[in-house]
Every structure is written in C-alpha cells, then in structure tokens.
C-alpha cells in the first residue's frame, strides 16, 4: 500500500498539492489576522499552522472539525510517547495514559461517522485523489485494509494515531528548526538571501510554488539535509531473524557475533554527530548547524549542487532497507514547500527568544528534554516573532 500511495511520485504529488492548498487557505486566513499580534513564539505559529494543513490533507475535512484539541492532544501524546515504553504504572503518568485514551476515543467516533457518512464503505482510492470525508488515497486505502482484516474499529484508530505520528512528529519540528535557523540573528547573513533566490526561481508565474524546482535546489536541500542530521535523534531497531557476525573494522579483525532473537538499535545520533565523520575543511565542527554543510561549489564555474557523498553509514535518517521510511518523499516537499510559502508570504520581524517555559532568554533555543531515540527533537523554547504579510503577497 505504501508503495501505491505513499513513494509512488505521481500519488506524492498529489498528497503535497492538497497540503499546499490547505496550507495557502490557513495562511491566508493569517495574512487578515496575523497584524493584530505584537509578538507570538514563530514555531508554535507555524506547529500548528502545518498540522492543520498535513492531517486535512491526508484524513480529509472533518476530523479536524470533529476534535479541534487534536493538534494539542496530540503534541502532548508526542512527548510522553517513549515513557509507556518504560511500563510505569497508570497511576505514575495519568494525564499521558488519559491522554492516550481521549485520542484514540476521538479518532475512533471519527472513523464510524466517516463510514456513516460514505454509506458504509469509504470511497475507492483509485477514485478522486481527495474527497473532504476520507481524505486522501492513502488513507481510504488504509481504512478499507482495515475493513479487509476485520480490524476493530478501535485498533483501526490506534493505526491512525501511528499515521499521524509518521505525519506530524518529524516534519513539523524539522521545518520548525529550518525555520529558526533562517530568522536567527547571529546566524551567516548571506542564507536567508540566497534562501529566498532559491524560492522565487520555485515560484510559478500564477504563484504556485513548482515542487520538482524547489525540492532540487541546492541550499535548501542541504539545510533540511542538515536539520535532520543536527535534530534527529531515531532508534533504528531490528530484531535478528538468525545469527549475525558483524564486522566492526574495515579488515575485519573485529568481529561481534549477534544472536537470532536479539534486538540491534542503531542509533543516528551516534553517526549523525561523529566528530571525525563531520570534520571537513571549509564546514562547520559536527556539533554546529551549518545550512550549507552539504552545498558543493565547482571551484572553475562557482555553480552549487548539492552532495551527500562521503557520508554512507554515518548519515541514515530515515533508515534502510525494506522498511526505509516511505513517507521520506512526501516528508521533504511538505516541510520544503510549508517553509517556502511561509517565507514567500510573511517577513518577520526577530524580538527574541524564550526557553521551554516561555522565559525570557538569552540564546537561540536548545533541545526540549527528551529520552533517546525521541525521533526529531523538538525545540526547548522558541524565537519570538512579529509577523507581517509582505507587499506583494496575493
Ligand atoms: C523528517 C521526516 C521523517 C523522518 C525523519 C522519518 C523517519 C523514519 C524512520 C527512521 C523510520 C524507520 C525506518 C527503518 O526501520 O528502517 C520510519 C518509518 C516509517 N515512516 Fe517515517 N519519517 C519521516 C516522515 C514520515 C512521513 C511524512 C510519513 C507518512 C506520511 C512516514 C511514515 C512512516 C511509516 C508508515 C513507517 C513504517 C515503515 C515500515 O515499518 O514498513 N514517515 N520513518
């Protein structure tokens, strides 16, 4: 079904245009409002902002209609998600297992009206590309599997939790940390420039942004190769289906033997930062975000492209082999094409920053407190912004 619906360019595509629809509906919405506020924390604006956009887009008009506090909800679910792994009792944590609950509650009245509402079966994926009750392809796709397997419609909604999870709980704070990195004030002046000259070459002479020109632009593609590199912290974890002998040096004198039934966890955080992998003349240290890490300049022409050679094994964000991430497509034209029509539409005015309790603080924000393999880590804190429309925006 992923490989339909969900890697497949033509359907991606689609998914990305009824994103970006929705999106542009929500920001124009803010181009009236957004004036009448002197100041607001510019990551959970735009948090917000793109969960509207992706889950509309991807589970249709009403659910958002039906659970407004699901946006809340579900940021909340986020950050306890990792303590049910640790098996504490409900009584520890009762807000996160209440929580839990009420989403999956709501996620399950949802789904029996949407059945209700489509006569009992959703409408066929090979149909329209969106239609407001089930949404996209995917989606009714998911939901008729479902039906097929006999799920319950409770486990139905706890599969649709895990889709907004795959959703929301990367791309959003990704794009959240581009988007932070850009208005930083101590950050190299010359990026957001050049930034923008990337944007407008995307730009289509209606205004629509051309996915393809933008997704394939140098700057941009290494300052979200490098959000994900600096911010991601994934546990990829495999369970051995027979014995492994595992070479722990180029000529093999080191060898670690791992049995059939052992959880392997290979953490990108470890390759992800390596100070000797990162440490190229020219760059950044490892532990700094350098939006231009992976820009590429051919010393004859000056022309740029965009390179992540050298970085096998060390660089994995979305994993490998047969379960690399499949939402990997759709996750880079959501958060490339959100950052550009945010930045095409809006200036912004930088007034400082505050720390996770909305303090008042002296530094661009760290990392929120997070347990090991917390997927992209959101920010501790947020950049405080007056935002106003541009001249020229429609
Ligand atoms: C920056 C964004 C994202 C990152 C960093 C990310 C990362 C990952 C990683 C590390 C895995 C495990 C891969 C493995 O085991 O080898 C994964 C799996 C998965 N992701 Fe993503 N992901 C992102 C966005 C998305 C989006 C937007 C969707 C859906 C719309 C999605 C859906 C999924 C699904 C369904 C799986 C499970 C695949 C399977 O087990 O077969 N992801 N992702």
């Known amino acids: 079904m992923n490989s339909k619906y969900l890697t497949n360019f033509e359907r991606v595509n689609e998914l990305t245009a009824e994103l970006t629809k929705v999106l542009d509906e929500v920001l124009a919405k803010d181009s009236q409002e957004i004036e009448q506020f002197d100041e607001i924390g510019v990551y959970q604006w735009l948090r ?8 509309r887009a991807l589970f249709g008009d009403e659910l958002l209609k039906m659970y407004p506090a699901y946006c809340e909800d579900f940021f909340a679910f ?32 949802w789904s029996k009206k949407m059945h ?30 479902y039906k097929t397997r006999h799920l319950t419609p409770r486990t139905g909604a706890t599969l649709d939790l895990g889709l907004t999870f795959g959703l929301a709980s990367n791309v959003i704070p990704a794009t959240g940390w581009m988007l932070m990195h850009l208005l930083n004030p101590s950050a190299d002046p010359s990026i957001l420039p050049r930034i923008m ?105 000056g022309r740029e492209s965009f390179s992540v050679g050298g970085t096998a094994g ?25 950052l550009a029509m945010v930045l095409l539409r809006f200036d912004f005015e930088v007034l400082g920053f505050v720390d996770e309790k909305q303090k008042p603080a002296e530094a661009f924000p760290g990392l929120a407190r997070a347990f090991v393999g917390s997927a992209v880590v959101v920010p501790g804190g947020d950049v405080r912004v007056k935002i106003r429309r541009k001249q020229m925006c429609r």
């Open 116 to 145: 209700e509402l489509s006569g009992g079966t959703p409408i066929d994926p090979e149909g329209p590309a969106w239609e407001p009750i089930f949404g996209s392809r995917l989606n009714r796709a998911r939901q008729l599997d």
């Open 314 to 338: 060390k660089y994995f964000p979305f994993g490998g082999g047969k379960t690399v991430c499949p939402g990997r497509i759709f996750a880079k034209q959501e958060a490339l094409g959100a």
């Open 197 to 301: 000259q990337e944007l407008h070459e995307a730009e289509t002479p209606d205004g629509s942004l051309d996915i393809p020109v933008l997704v394939s632009q140098p700057l941009l593609q290494s300052l979200w190769t490098e959000t994900l590199r600096l911010y991601l912290d994934a546990l990829v974890t495999r369970n051995l289906t027979e014995d492994l002998l595992l070479p722990l040096d180029e000529d093999g004198k080191r060898i670690v033997r791992l049995r059939k039934g052992e959880n392997v966890f290979a953490p990108s955080w470890l390759g992800h930062h390596d100070p000797v992998a990162w440490s190229s003349p020219g760059k950044s240290a490892a532990k700094e975000f350098d939006a231009e890490r992976f820009v590429v300049r051919d010393a004859k022409t």
């Open 48 to 55: 917000d902002r793109l969960f509207t956009a992706s889950t």
């Open 78 to 109: 986020d950050s306890d998600l990792l303590s049910f792994f640790f098996s504490l009792p409900s009584f520890m944590m009762g807000d996160a297992f209440r929580r839990r609950r009420r989403i999956i509650d709501e996620l399950e009245r």
